[in-house]
């Protein structure tokens, strides 16, 4: 497969030469860069920091095993019947213990969760019930695919802040928003997104003043806040900062969870924490979508949290992640530190590196010295709410072996070295 191909599969037009008279949504749809680009770090040999997925050794199969035999035979009539749209009981009381426990918030009851189908879900529904079409979002640059595409799905329109080591430039937000104002459109804004602990994708933790100046911002004009925290736990060093929902409020802050990244994506198991009335609404639009989330997932959730500490089992695989995280940037040090202008976030938590080289140079188009190279990462053009080159790539360090993230850092700057002299830079 030549690159040029490859490029047609990235941004061609799948549905081009169909009869079909699809939606004008289904029209814009496109399939995700990720998706493509990883389809080739499968070959043998190769090393992937693409992946954006934990490591599958951590998954507590023995245990889930276990419990998922006796709820199939013993809560059959649970189990395996329809659930309610809220979520399974059983589940809704664990998640209001983790909840005190991770966020110290009190005053949640069972009325302030619904569970959802992975936060994916969660992204979804908060469009659903939130944005009209031509509504306004502020998002990051970069920001959460995920969240991109849920909210693109509405024809959201993105007010796009610069994300700085320390979280959203705030200068930026209060600008885009009093442009707004300024032209009488302030209504149409709906909330501010933020990913507050080691973003996917920079691994940036927004600082305790800038939560604090995002929740004062979104008091003043009245706007809601949607934090997406699935990395919160996943915390190597230093201590967790108070949430802004732990700041805000329930009242001016939509929470999302999940347990894709502390106990197991294939479980599908997301939450969203806020405000009764919108937790309401949010459950009627999830009867429209699904009826209910799969009430073996919860159920077995559920039982798992009841007999072991999920905080605790969690931290082996945070050591891990932790030294690989370590290893990774020792490795850029090593690799890059001679080249001027290229930086790199050291995050605290997540799955996530940044790695931004010199202005000048594109990911995407470095790309193919990469993958000849045997070595993959996302090109940060990924994560940008407009189509845009991007000097920056994801690279993720939870898949790859010790040994692999050296070899595969080392690959990477012998890539970018044909690819700076193709550029003649
Ligand atoms: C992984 C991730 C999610 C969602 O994962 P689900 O598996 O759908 O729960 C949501 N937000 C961010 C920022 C993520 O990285």
């Known amino acids: 497969m030549f690159w040029h191909d490859f490029d047609n599969i990235i941004w061609g037009d799948l549905m081009q030469n169909t009869q079909f008279q699809f ?3 289904a029209g814009k749809l496109k399939s995700s860069m990720i998706r493509e680009l990883l389809k080739y770090a499968n070959v043998p040999g190769a090393i992937s920091f693409g992946g954006g997925t934990p490591d599958p050794e951590t998954f507590p199969r023995h245990e889930l095993a276990q419990i998922a035999k006796e709820i199939i035979e013993n809560e059959y009539k649970y189990t395996l019947q329809y659930s309610v749209t809220e979520g399974d009981p059983e589940l809704i009381k664990q998640i209001l213990i983790l909840l005190k426990r991770v966020y110290d918030i009190d005053r949640l009851s069972n009325e302030n969760v619904l569970i959802t189908v992975g936060s994916q879900q969660a992204l979804e529904l908060v469009g659903k019930v939130l944005i009209d079409p031509g509504d306004y979002v502020i998002v990051g640059d970069p920001e959460y695919l995920g969240a991109l595409s849920a909210f693109r799905m509405r024809d959201t329109q993105f007010l796009v802040v610069k994300f700085d080591d320390d979280g959203p430039d705030i200068d930026m937000v209060k600008q885009k928003i009093k442009q707004l104002d300024d032209s009488g459109q302030i209504e149409y804004l709906k909330f501010i997104y933020v ?6 994708p920079s691994g940036i ?7 604090k100046a995002l ?3 979104a008091e003043q004009y009245d706007l809601l806040i949607v934090e997406d925290d699935p990395y919160g736990v996943l915390r190597f060093k ?23 990244k502390i106990l197991c994506p294939g479980l599908r198991i997301g939450m969203i924490v806020a405000d009764k009335p919108i937790i309401r609404k949010l459950v009627l639009a999830k009867q429209g979508t699904d009826l209910c989330s799969p009430s073996l997932t919860m159920r077995l959730t559920a039982r798992y949290l009841e007999r072991y500490d999920v905080l605790e089992q969690i931290k082996p695989a945070i050591d891990l992640y932790r030294k690989k995280k370590d290893t990774m940037v020792k490795a850029l040090e090593e ?12 995050p605290e938590g997540g799955l996530f590196v940044w790695f931004t080289l010199p202005k000048s140079f594109d990911t995407m188009e470095m790309f193919r010295f990469a993958e000849e ?24 360090f939870c898949l790859p072996s010790i040994e692999d993230i050296h070899e595969g850092v080392k690959r990477l700057r012998d890539a970018f070295d044909k690819y700076r002299s193709y550029k003649g830079l």
């Open 373 to 396: 190279n045997k070595v993959f990462y996302i090109p940060g053009e990924a994560f940008k709410p407009f189509e845009e080159p991007s000097s920056s790539m994801r690279m993720s």
């Open 23 to 25: 939606s004008k949504l």
């Open 215 to 217: 929740v004062e911002i």
């Open 335 to 346: 690799n890059f530190s001679d080249i001027i202008g290229a930086k790199w976030t050291n």
């Open 238 to 260: 230093g201590e967790m900062l108070p949430s802004l929902m732990k700041i805000g409020g329930v009242e001016r802050v939509v929470l999302l969870n999940t347990f894709s």
């Open 195 to 200: 990913v507050s602990n080691f973003q996917n």
């Open 205 to 211: 933790t927004t600082s305790l003043e800038k939560r």
